[in-house]
């Protein structure tokens, strides 16, 4: 048996993909984090209006990106199975077009946000004030789109380096520009929460032009941006075909959490920022298993390319006993210190803060239960699109995340008055369900399905 094919291989095959993405996806993670401490510092009121106006962005933003991650598994395929340069670049620019159009489509709704936040109850304050940041950050979602296409597209050539250090990079860039422009430091204009609108601006389009040079002077075989104007329909609707179920997908995963807040925000204060704190510490784990997922999307994808499905089989396998090594950890990290992660969100001295921990603590502990099925999830997808099945892990996701998980979650917290403990139940059901089933979908269908098609 080959190296490549031993455990070991595939365990460190995994980990050169896995690690540079997941320390992409925790730099991103740095970059919203780093908003979010600089405009406490700045203004609480401006904080809302922000995380408010990035929440609507988000939500569109992550829709739109299930086209950039059809990218991953299409350009794995393509540089394993023969079809090569001509059909790299036939479905990466095309993921370009079709991100430009769906940009285009959702700007106008980002710079007229005002009406629906007030439609959905939002104070008035927080709406002006999200319309103001999003103004000039709307306009980032085109770049931002930009950069996801080309993030997977390099990544699915192995070039997740590149992936890492232009994130880091971007993340430092954010931190800089906002301790300029949101504070007025140095000489430069106080524009609070439009400064740091123009940090995120800017953040995107120079990430977006820094990745198209490194594409072009390492991969000019792939011509990406020449004749960038004209049409290939067959891989516009390949990408599409591909793109649009993982997009509700993604819907139905932030809904479910959006919508978990929304819950809690009906029982009180401190249950919201009790559950706002376990959910970042759970936030952070989840972006381990989800570059471990992107680097199996890369791996199955390669393996479907080639028809090598004993290598897809004992790559997924390794994948998930190293998801499963990972959640462990976390488990007992979670379990046996979660005043010290709960603490770091905390004024200590907050007159509130027994409070929050004491109720932080539990929902530590349910973080801990689901971080198995978390990871199981995230895997099973990463897997799954890979071999190019997204339509039905869309409506397993989707059944999964809201009428389970949602459902179970108002039961148990609204209707049977358990609380933030109750909402937090259904998270984890809900998880667990989509996991054992997604898994499903992959062993005993997916994988018999492909082996069939070459017997």
């Avoid at 999200?130 to 103004?135: G, K």
């Avoid at 099925?373 to 997808?381: F, K, L, R, T, Y």
């Avoid at 949602?406 to 998880?431: C, H, P, T």
């Amino acid at each position: 048996m080959s190296q490549a094919m031993t455990p070991s291989g595939h365990a460190r095959a995994l980990l050169i993909l896995g690690v540079p993405l997941i320390g992409g996806h925790l730099a991103q993670f740095a970059i919203q984090a780093t908003d979010t401490i600089m405009l406490g510092w700045y203004d609480v009121e401006v904080l809302a209006a922000v995380i408010m106006a990035g929440s609507f962005f988000f939500t569109l933003f992550i829709m739109g990106s299930g086209f950039a991650f059809a990218v991953m598994p299409l350009v794995a395929a393509a540089s394993e199975n023969g079809e090569g340069d001509a059909q790299i670049r036939r479905v990466t620019r095309m993921a370009l077009w079709i991100s430009l159009l769906y940009s285009a489509i959702v700007l106008p709704l980002l710079l007229q946000a005002e009406p629906f936040l007030l439609a959905i109850g939002q104070p008035a304050e927080i709406a002006s004030g999200a319309r103001e940041y999003l103004s000039v950050a709307a306009w980032g979602i085109v770049p931002a789109l930009g950069v996801m296409v080309l993030k997977s597209y390099l990544s699915a050539l192995e070039r997740t380096q590149v992936v890492l250090w232009v994130t880091i990079l971007a993340a430092f860039a954010n931190a800089g520009v906002n301790y300029l422009l949101i504070f007025g430091n140095f000489g430069f204009p106080e524009m609070g929460a439009r400064g740091a609108a123009v940090a995120s601006l800017t953040v995107h389009v120079v990430s977006l032009i820094g990745l198209a040079l490194y594409a072009k002077r390492s991969f000019p075989e792939h011509a990406l941006f020449q004749r960038f104007w004209r049409p290939d329909w067959p891989a516009f609707a390949q990408v599409f075909r591909l793109g649009w179920p993982i997009s509700l997908t993604n819907l139905s995963e932030v809904g479910l959490f959006t919508f978990s807040a929304v819950m809690v925000g009906w029982i009180g204060v401190i249950p919201v920022a009790a559950h706002g704190i376990a959910l970042q510490c759970a936030s952070a784990t989840f972006l381990v298993h989800l570059g471990l997922s992107n680097a199996c999307t890369i791996r199955a994808g390669k393996a479907l390319g080639r028809k090598d499905f004993r290598h897809l089989r004992r790559g997924a396998e390794v994948a998930i006993a190293m998801s499963i090594l990972f959640s462990a950890v976390t488990i007992a990290v979670f379990l046996t210190w979660p005043e010290v992660f709960l603490s770091l969100f905390i004024d200590p001295e907050d007159p509130r803060k027994p409070e929050i921990l004491a109720l932080g603590v539990g929902l530590m502990t349910m973080a801990a239960l689901f971080q198995l099925a978390d990871g199981a999830q995230v895997i099973a997808h990463g897997l799954l699109r890979g071999i190019q099945d997204t339509r039905m892990p869309m409506v397993i996701s989707a059944i999964s995340y809201w009428p389970v998980g949602l459902g179970a979650g108002y039961i148990l917290g609204i209707r049977m008055e358990y609380g933030v403990m109750g909402i937090w139940s259904g998270l984890v059901f809900g998880l667990v369900v989509a996991g054992i089933l997604l898994m499903y979908r992959f062993w005993a269908r997916s994988l018999p399905a492909l082996d069939a098609r070459v017997a």
